[in-house]
T-cell receptor
Framework: KQEVTQIPAALSVPEGENLVLNCSFTDSAIYNLQWFRQDPGKGLTSLLLIQSSQREQTSGRLNASLDKSSGRSTLYIAASQPGDSATYLCAARKRGGYQKVTFGTGTKLQVIP | ETGVTQSPTHLIKTRGQQVTLRCSSQSGHNTVSWYQQALGQGPQFIFQYYREEENGRGNFPPRFSGLQFPNYSSELNVNALELDDSALYLC?????????????????FGPGTRLTVL
């Protein structure tokens, strides 16, 4: 059974700082891993999708990496802004057969002006 | 191109009642998944529909059921509501997969329906 863990559960940083969010998964047989942002009480906004054959993806100030062998993915946010404050979730999609998606519990990020 | 939409936004029900939540997928997306997100938790997979058939199910009892329609919109039905069913319910659609198969790649989420069971 796939388990996805995100550490830390909460993070507070001053504006302008670079930061890294961590996502660990127990089953390396994944099809892809997707990072999302969720604002309070809202749905999920897709940030980056990394296929199992890829090592990283970049979009603007965001960079996500994937290391299947160690069961880890990281989301790097450069030059953080108060508008980046949200909960960040990672989701691993299983490879083979029915491709179930397992989410982590999220990291709540606060960027202080 | 419109995104994924869900209705209603909020809903209050009492224990034992039944509820129907609705989702309209993005155009060209033939696969829809439903998730339950309790406060402070990550979304938990309920089930997925592809071409109007259930294509996979998480650890949810049979009182959670769904439908997908020919236009790829879908419903989540929950019978005999319990207090623990209070949560944000999210649907996500995925683009049609290779050779018209199930969408197995990126998921696009709707804004969710907040269900409160009293």
């Amino acid at each position: 059974k796939q388990e996805v863990t995100q550490i830390p559960a909460a993070l507070s940083v001053p504006e302008g700082e670079n930061l890294v969010l961590n996502c660990s998964f127990t089953d390396s047989a994944i099809y892809n891993l997707q990072w999302f942002r969720q604002d309070p009480g809202k749905g999920l906004t897709s940030l980056l999708l990394i296929q199992s054959s890829q090592r990283e993806q970049t979009s603007g100030r965001l960079n996500a990496s994937l290391d299947k062998s160690s069961g880890r993915s990281t989301l790097y946010i450069a030059a953080s802004q108060p508008g980046d404050s949200a909960t960040y979730l990672c989701a691993a999609r299983k490879r083979g057969g029915y491709q179930k998606v397992t989410f982590g519990t999220g990291t709540k990020l606060q960027v202080i002006p | 191109e419109t995104g994924v939409t869900q209705s209603p936004t909020h809903l209050i029900k009492t224990r034992g009642q039944q509820v129907t939540l609705r989702c309209s997928s993005q155009s060209g997306h033939n696969t829809v998944s439903w998730y339950q997100q309790a406060l402070g938790q990550g979304p938990q997979f309920i089930f997925q529909y592809y071409r109007e058939e259930e294509n996979g199910r998480g650890n949810f009892p049979p009182r959670f059921s769904g439908l997908q329609f020919p236009n790829y919109s879908s419903e989540l039905n929950v019978n005999a509501l319990e207090l623990d069913d209070s949560a944000l319910y999210l649907c996500a659609s995925s683009p049609t997969g290779l050779a018209g198969g199930p969408g197995d790649n990126e998921q696009f989420f709707g804004p969710g329906t907040r269900l409160t069971v009293l």
